[in-house]
């Protein structure tokens, strides 16, 4: 019998290279539901606790947040953003 596991994005982002491209596609492409299943992969990837302490934001409530049927504020997605480095622009 073959095993599996379920599928995590988090566990291919191991550089950030592969972090950039990951998010630049999510945000390309508009979707709310794929920005945010992104940005909680790269969180995840990164680990929860310390993004927590660098936002200031409960871990709990990051990982409410970012989950499947999370809906960041902007406050909570300012702030992940910055923490990981990541800065949104626009562009006409």
């Known amino acids: 019998m073959i095993k599996t596991k379920p599928y995590d994005s988090a566990d291919y982002l191991d550089s950030e290279k592969a972090i950039v491209a990951y998010l630049k596609v999510a945000f390309e492409e508009g979707d709310a539901d794929d920005i945010r299943a992104a940005l909680g ?8 606790t310390g993004l927590s302490k660098e936002t200031g934001v409960a871990r709990e409530a990051l990982y409410k947040a970012l989950g499947k049927e999370g809906n960041p504020t902007l406050d909570t997605l300012l702030a992940v953003t910055r923490a990981l480095g990541v800065k949104l622009s626009v562009a006409a």
């Open 41 to 48: 992969a790269v969180a995840r990837a990164r680990g929860m």
